[in-house]
């Protein structure tokens, strides 16, 4: 007999908060729930509405399969879960893992913790380049190597490149000849973008129900950026060698 659980929603961030108010976590639905008794303790947790699973004006073909996917750097760091709270990014979580059937949309991976992998929420974007709006279209579930390889630049900031490619080519078949053009070209859009500054456009989260924080400026965004590359180290935004 399955037990009706009354589930919660905990952020990351909450739940040693949580758990020491009487939380639970069911490792199969990967949620948090109340044990019977505990209801009105965990109140603070009560959840939201669940997601759809279909956001609206969502585009769930775009971007299919493994591909380098490089934002224009004045975006760097900003992105989905910068811009709205920590408990309404836990609901997107669990939609976008739960419609993927809790694997990788790329290569078809599930979470391994001793390998260091898990799924991961990663944005696809299109950009109007005559109103210089860049603007979200689909939320896909990635693993942690397919997201490393999408954004291939940040990839190369923390040293992991060779990785990287290595995974491109393990997933699409792709010779290094071909994955190190593939690579080129990402680049090239992606220096042709960083040299505009591009608005967001957040509707289909806003339109399902979910608060958006409003991001920042274009000229904050860059200094984020910065920022944040410093406490990182130095980038070293270079193309990888067609030959090992």
Not at 38 to 67: C, H, N, T
Not at 72 to 78: I, K, L, M, Q, V
Not at 83 to 99: Q, Y
Request: hydrophobic fraction near 40%.
């Amino acid at each position: 007999m399955t037990l009706e659980r009354t589930w919660l929603d905990v952020s990351y961030g909450e739940k040693d908060a949580a758990k020491a108010a009487g939380a639970r976590w069911d490792g199969t639905a990967r949620r948090w729930y109340a044990p019977p008794g505990k209801e009105a303790a965990l109140q603070e947790w009560a959840p939201a509405p669940d997601v759809p699973d279909l956001l609206p004006g969502e585009d769930r073909a775009l971007g299919q399969g493994l591909f380098v996917d490089l934002v224009p750097s004045s975006c760097w760091f900003t992105n989905v879960r910068s811009c709205v709270t920590p408990r309404d990014w836990e609901r997107l979580r669990r939609m976008i893992t739960r419609r993927a059937g809790m694997r990788c949309e790329a290569c078809g991976a599930v979470e391994n913790r001793a390998e260091k992998r898990w799924l991961e929420a990663h944005e696809r974007w299109t950009f109007d380049e005559q109103r210089l709006t860049q603007k979200l279209v689909r939320l896909i579930c990635l693993c942690t190597d397919c997201h490393t390889v999408t954004h291939f630049g940040f990839a190369q900031v923390r040293g992991l490149g060779e990785e990287a490619l290595a995974h491109l080519m393990r997933v699409t078949g792709m010779s290094r000849r071909l994955a190190t053009e593939h690579v080129d070209a990402a680049f090239e859009v992606w220096q042709m973008r960083s040299r505009r500054s591009y608005a967001l456009d957040l509707s289909i989260l806003t339109e399902a129900g979910v608060t958006v924080v409003p991001p920042p400026s274009a000229q904050d965004r860059g200094r984020v950026a910065e920022e944040t590359l410093r406490k990182q180290g130095p980038p070293s935004l270079r193309r990888p060698q067609q030959h090992a």
